[in-house]
């Protein structure tokens, strides 16, 4: 059985993907840490983010042994992720990659931007995550002052709506809602609601 969950940053995609997995007995790939990968490496081995052919180089050559480097999840990361993931080749030296995961059995869930449109069109069953951008600021704006990091509502505001616009208005692959996909508004849901109806939905959907 593949899943694949869709959405924009912050929407909580990652946490619902791994209690999906968990739930169902699944391996669960959080494919943003691929594209966060390609920008890490690049930016260690001192090129810039615009030099195309550093960045598709790198691309090739990602070792997926690194994804569980906690530093990949670091807020400028999935800025820097953003730009390079707008690179037709750097997204297709990563597709097979995200394919194979995918076709181990006894299946898998990803989550990504275009995992039910390009990576998994054939996926059982797809769910496209989302909330309003306001309520995702609220959300990453408590995660980060937890930290006690000195950022406010209104920058994180800002970033969110810059890298919907990013991840949502590229050439390649850009993010959006497969046709036959739910979508999941949780806008008004805690995680736990969350959840219920992210299985519901697989259920109705695996069960047809
Ligand atoms: O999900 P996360 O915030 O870790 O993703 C970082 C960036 O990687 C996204 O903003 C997006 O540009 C890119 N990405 C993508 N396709 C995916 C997963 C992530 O383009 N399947």
Request: hydrophobic share 40%.
């Amino acid at each position: 059985m593949i899943i694949a969950i869709d959405g924009p940053a912050a929407s909580g995609k990652g946490t619902l993907a791994r209690r999906i997995a968990d739930h169902f007995g699944l391996p669960c790939l959080d494919t943003g840490l691929l594209y966060r990968a390609v920008a890490r490496d690049v930016l260690a081995g001192g090129f810039r983010l615009d030099d195309t052919w550093a960045v598709v180089a790198f691309a090739r050559c990602l070792d997926p042994a690194t994804l569980d480097d906690e530093g990949l999840r670091a807020p400028g990361v999935g800025e820097a992720a953003s730009r390079v993931a707008g690179i037709p080749e750097v997204r297709s030296a990563l597709l097979e990659y995200q394919r194979a995961f995918a076709r181990r059995r006894p299946g898998a869930v990803l989550d990504g931007r275009d995992i039910g449109t390009v990576v998994c069109p054939d996926a059982d069953a797809k769910i496209f995550v989302t909330a309003t951008p306001e309520e995702r600021a609220r959300r990453r704006h408590l995660e980060r002052q937890a930290q006690g990091e000195p950022v406010t509502y209104e920058q994180i505001l800002d970033l969110i709506r810059n890298r919907d616009a990013r991840d949502s208005g590229r050439d390649s692959a850009p993010m959006r809602r497969a046709d036959d996909a739910d979508l999941l508004d949780t806008t008004e849901m805690g995680i736990e609601a969350a959840f219920d109806a992210a299985v519901g939905l697989i259920l109705r959907k695996t069960s047809q």
